[in-house]
């Protein structure tokens, strides 16, 4: 099977060093695939260049090109069975146009719980959708998705083998949606000390809960990338998410990293059938799941028993269970298998 990996305009490299949601998604696609035995090409101008001898890159862009035209003959004469591509471009006329000359299938995953495709932009066959949890599922029904994990890998993460940790962890980016101040608290009435892991994205929320952020169990990492990330997880007791009432976790990279780093996870829902659950069973960590009506000390109280239950779990278990729950080479294959 010969598989074309297709970048994107982006302010991160593919594939990048620490943050980076579907270019870290696409690169586990490329590896995944080629562990699977398939030939890869890295399509487009986006890739790094230090990737070695072995990779094949053509700095080409699909919506780049015209139908009929020298160049799109040469890439269809290229033979591709499949494109992976970001979730946009199956929607996208002139990227559609040129993939139509190619006669080959694409496959996307759903990294946005707010675009809106094309009316025929999946058959379910040829263009095929795939969503990480029933609600996202749900949201995109009318194209008919496949419910899949997805898998994200970076350079320089490989992941040491299981060990216990100490303190617990949140990881991501630090805004409003993402609500750290409420595993910041959780932490608190536990007694445990806390590393927030990730870059500042709002600075007026920060401030608003200046007075937990402050506090002498908090620990400000700050954004970090490569062995550092997956150091960040290895280490911990726990890995704890939040997130908002209102915010939708589409592609929820965090999960995967931390179960194959061999931490489990303690998550705060506020609904039924979110990627918390999808990634998690009661050997790999716990979900609080809070009626949003409740008040945010409810939500951490329900949080801090959730991480009580991990603290119990085994960091070895936790890690075979990951590493093959979230394995490049099983993701693929998922991807490119059409459905009978």
């Given at each position: ?14 594939p990048p060093v620490g943050y980076g949601g579907i270019e870290r998604w ?315």
């Open positions: 099977m010969l598989v074309g990996i297709c970048d994107f305009p982006s302010s991160y490299t593919f696409l690169w586990a696609v490329a590896e995944g695939a080629r562990a699977a035995g398939a030939d890869v090409h890295l399509l487009g101008p986006g890739w790094r260049t230090d990737l070695g001898a072995d990779w094949t890159t053509r700095p080409i862009r699909l919506e780049d090109l015209q139908p009929g035209t020298r160049q799109t003959r040469d890439l269809r004469s290229t033979g591709y069975d499949l494109l992976v591509v970001g979730h946009e471009y199956p929607s996208l006329p002139g990227w559609r146009r040129v993939w139509a000359d190619l006669d080959c299938d694409v496959a996307t995953f759903q990294h946005s719980p707010v675009f809106r495709h094309a009316a025929d932009a999946f058959d379910a066959k040829r263009s095929r959708l795939y969503c990480y949890s029933p609600e996202m599922a749900g949201l995109y029904a009318a194209h008919a998705p496949v419910l899949e994990h997805a898998v994200h890998l970076g350079l320089g993460e490989a992941e040491p083998p299981a060990r216990p940790g100490r303190d617990l962890v949140w990881l991501g980016r630090i805004d409003e949606e993402k609500a750290p101040h409420l595993a910041v608290r959780a932490a608190q009435l536990l007694g445990q000390r806390i590393h927030i892991v990730g870059p500042v994205f709002d600075n007026d929320y920060v401030r608003r809960h200046q007075a937990l952020f402050a506090a002498d169990h908090v620990s400000w990492v700050g954004e970090v990338g490569g062995a550092a990330k997956t150091a960040a997880f290895s280490d911990a007791s726990v890995y704890v998410y939040t997130c908002s009432r209102s915010y939708v976790e589409a592609g929820a990279a965090v999960f995967g990293e931390s179960l194959r780093a061999s931490t489990p996870v303690a998550a705060l829902c506020w609904r039924d059938g979110t990627c918390a659950e999808a990634a998690l069973c009661e050997t790999t960590g716990a979900v609080a799941r809070v009626d949003p009506e409740h008040d945010d000390e409810d939500a951490a109280l329900a949080l801090a028993t959730a991480i009580e239950r991990c603290l119990e779990l085994d960091a070895p278990t936790v890690q075979d269970i990951g590493l093959n729950r979230f394995d490049p080479e099983r993701h693929f294959r998922a991807l490119a298998t059409r459905p009978c």
